[in-house]
């Protein structure tokens, strides 16, 4: 056919236009392509970026957040001078410096199942870089209903998985993970980190397998799931098969329309009661209801689990709370009293969730989570507090 | 349920491992240290249901891939 590439376009995707796989009917697809990437964050910013560069005509993307200082050390489409921007308003500068050639449509919304069929069904492909298990189940749901093919990608710490989902003859996430962890018990790369290239390697590889996909080329992640621990420097392909009982894409799915996710991740809006434990103490509570018991009769000793360093920035020492970090907690959990009730706190309730059960495993039968940690009860109750 | 409660091969995460005989997969998880309810294990290239970890006993020679939740982005 005809090429339509202008002769800019032409040089700037010389190396691909002499590649056999893509040449100009390639390069062509590709400027017709439609690509939505969810969440400009580790992944999103590396995912983004060469999808831009490859030429792919109309890029989608969904971000709700600003910069950050600390999104900086991984989250390449981010520059110095955009903290405390909007991450879509700093991607978009970025990405028409990249490419000017490239179409992006922005949606400033959180991904929910109010919104995601009308966003993610004007697109041929959706990348997945959500830092969160909501939002990938609402993602992989949504594109098995629609027929998109989901690129997955997510990381923690040193280690990253990739994988083609809702692709036909391959599986869904579902597929692999049917139920989502139990809720607080998977920590985010915020508590426990994350190496800073990784993400770039994860992104990038989603990007590519989307530009295959496009393209029609090569073999796809169908079926397959790579695992990359980057601190032994060794990737592991696990086969997953499409299961013909999955709720979403098996032969007789029971999910025919979105749900809530929240609920489905077991993630409680917190004005909801707190959950009854066996002896009715709360397994965990929200700000609002710490705030109650603090003021109560029998107030909780409040156990802040975090590092040194993060305690540092800022605590709820005022409130009698006192700095136990996880390591020392668990080589000596006799050094906190059987007389009180006990309330664990922590950035975001993860690490204080896992201390909480391993007192209850110790015999306290007075022991609770603050849900969402010292990030909600900044939110809600004490805005000066700094909790990095 | 296996009588030989020696040790038995298993293709663990692509690697050869010897474990002792006799033990379900539950009681595999519990000795890697690992969280039965943060794991999916993949048995012969077929997912485990979860409910069934600690019923189904690891055999000589299975094949058995533990995959985490991995959320982050």
Redesign the interface.
């Known amino acids: 056919m005809d090429s339509t590439l202008s002769s800019s376009e032409t040089l700037r995707y010389a190396r691909h236009l002499v590649l056999n796989e893509v040449g100009p009917d390639g390069q062509e697809c590709l400027k017709d392509a439609r690509v939505l990437v969810v969440?400009l964050?580790?992944?999103?910013s590396p995912a983004a970026l060469y999808l831009a560069a490859a030429g792919v005509g109309t890029l989608g993307l969904v971000e709700f957040d600003t910069v950050d200082l600390s999104n900086l050390q991984r989250q390449v489409l981010h520059g110095t001078s955009g903290v405390g921007r909007s991450k879509l308003e700093s991607a978009q500068e970025r990405l028409r410096e990249v490419n000017p050639h490239v179409s992006v449509e922005p949606y400033p919304v959180r991904l929910s199942s109010r919104n995601a069929l009308d966003i993610l069904r004007r697109y041929d492909v959706v990348v997945?870089?959500?830092?969160?298990?909501p939002t990938?189940y609402l993602v992989n749901d949504a594109c098995v209903l629609l027929g998109i093919p989901y690129v997955y990608?997510?990381?923690?710490r040193w280690?990253?998985?990739i994988s083609l989902f809702a692709v036909p003859g391959g599986p869904c996430y579902r597929?692999?993970?049917?139920?989502?962890?139990?809720p607080d018990?998977?920590p985010?790369?915020a508590e426990?980190g994350?190496f800073g290239a990784l993400?770039g390697v994860v992104g990038s590889y989603q990007a590519l397998e989307a530009i295959k996909w496009i393209l029609g080329v090569g073999d796809p992640l169908r079926g397959r799931?790579l695992?990359l621990d980057s601190l032994s420097s060794t990737w592991?392909e696990?086969?997953?098969?499409r299961?013909p009982d999955c709720p979403v894409c098996g032969d007789h799915p029971t999910v025919t329309e979105l749900q809530d996710y929240e609920a489905f991740c077991g993630i409680t809006p917190s004005e909801a009661p707190a959950e009854a434990a066996a002896d009715d103490y709360p397994a965990s509570v929200s700000p609002g209801q710490l705030l109650e018991l603090l003021g109560g009769d029998d107030p909780p000793l409040l156990v802040d689990v975090r590092e040194s360093w993060e305690w540092r920035e800022g605590n709820l020492a005022n409130r009698g709370a006192r700095h136990l970090p996880l390591a020392e907690l668990t080589a000596a959990p006799e050094a906190l009293p059987r007389s009180r009730p006990l309330v664990f706190v922590c950035s975001v309730g993860s690490r204080s969730a896992g201390a909480a059960q391993f007192l209850r495993d110790q015999g306290h039968t007075r022991v609770a989570n603050l849900s969402g940690g010292l990030k909600a009860w900044a939110r809600e109750i004490q805005p000066d507090l700094t909790v990095v | 349920m296996s009588h030989d409660l020696g040790t038995i091969q298993v293709l663990l995460?692509?690697k050869d491992r010897e474990i002792p005989g006799g033990q379900s997969v539950q009681d595999l998880l519990v000795s890697l240290d690992l969280?039965p309810?943060?794991v999916?294990v993949?048995r012969n290239?077929?997912?485990l249901d979860?409910n069934r970890f600690p019923e189904v006993t690891v055999e000589d020679g299975d094949t058995l891939?533990l995959?985490?939740?991995?959320?982050?982005?």
């Not at chain 1, 964050?41 to 999103?44: A, I, P, Q, R, W």
């Not at chain 1, 997945?128 to 298990?133: A, Y």
């Not at chain 1, 597929?175 to 139990?182: A, G, K, M, Q, V």
């Open positions: 969440g964050g580790g992944l999103g997945d870089g959500s830092d969160n298990f990938r990608g997510s990381i923690l280690e990253g998985q597929c692999l993970f049917r139920e989502p962890p139990p018990l998977v985010s790369c426990a994350v993400p799931l695992l592991r696990v086969e997953v098969r299961d | 995460n692509g969280r309810e943060l999916v993949e290239r077929q997912i979860r891939e995959v985490h939740f991995v959320g982050g982005g």
